[in-house]
């Protein structure tokens, strides 16, 4: 089975240049997360939606940070505009929300970010 | 969410038993202990997890005290390929975010 797959892997842009992240969630499942590591702060959780509707965007550290789920099988994180203290690894998981169990999330390997 | 408190890092002879503590001494009833793992520049690997019972997959076994205060996973051969960071994390529901603490940073060693 697929797992969730995220693109570009990589990303090296200038400062003030826009940047989408992508993400397409393991088939079935309906939670879709958005987290970001750094040396400094480890992995924080930015957003994350349930059946496509955004729940808790309190982890999107500005306005420049917007978070879209336009089906359940596609997901963008996008930044506008960038700057450097953005490079950061930006991992987006996902989940199933079966009623009464406890399931795991499922992550992809991760965007890594590099803002010059 | 109930805080975890894991050693900072532990080494492992390869072919033994890795036992990785943690403590979660303000988990609640409803509250499932989690353990993830993060191998370098990939993303976090679910692991297992448990409610109050011990656990065991083809991974690793997972087990909880009676108070279910504190928990160990347990990889009982590691091998060089088990070299990552190790995290514990107690959660209430099954599709909130997970909240990541430092972790343990396990070195098998050859």
């Known amino acids: 089975d697929a797992g969730v797959i995220q693109s570009p892997r990589h990303e090296v842009t200038e400062m003030g240049q826009e940047v989408t992240l992508r993400c397409k969630p393991i088939?079935?499942?309906?939670?879709l997360f958005w987290y970001r590591q750094t040396m400094m702060r480890g992995l924080e959780l930015l957003i994350y939606?349930?059946?496509?509707?955004?729940?808790?965007d309190s982890g999107m550290p500005e306005d420049r940070f917007s978070a879209k789920m336009p089906n359940a099988s596609f997901s963008t994180l996008k930044i506008q505009p960038s700057e450097p203290r953005d490079s950061a690894v930006y991992f987006c998981?996902?989940?199933?929300?079966?009623?009464?169990?406890?399931?795991?999330?499922?992550f992809g390997d991760g965007t890594r970010l590099s803002i010059l | 969410d109930a805080k975890t408190t894991q050693p900072t890092s532990m080494d492992c002879a390869e072919g033994r038993a890795a036992n990785l503590p943690c403590n979660h001494s303000?988990?609640?009833?409803?509250?499932?202990v989690y353990w993830y793992r993060q191998i370098h520049s990939q993303g976090p690997q679910y692991i297992i997890h448990?409610?109050?019972n011990n656990e065991t997959n083809e991974m690793a076994s997972l087990i909880i005290t009676e108070d279910r205060k504190s928990s160990t996973l347990i990889l009982p051969h590691a091998t060089l390929r088990d070299t990552a960071v190790y995290y514990c994390?107690?959660?209430?529901?099954?599709?909130?975010?997970?909240?990541f603490g430092k972790g343990t940073r396990l070195s098998v060693i050859a």
């Open positions: 998981a996902s989940s199933s929300r079966m009623t009464g169990a406890r399931q795991p999330q499922h």
């Open positions: 088939s079935g499942h309906n939670s």
């Open positions: 939606f349930n059946n496509n509707v955004p729940i808790d």
């Open positions: 303000t988990i609640s009833g409803n509250e499932y």
């Open positions: 448990g409610l109050k």
């Open positions: 994390i107690v959660r209430s529901s099954g599709n909130t975010p997970l909240v």
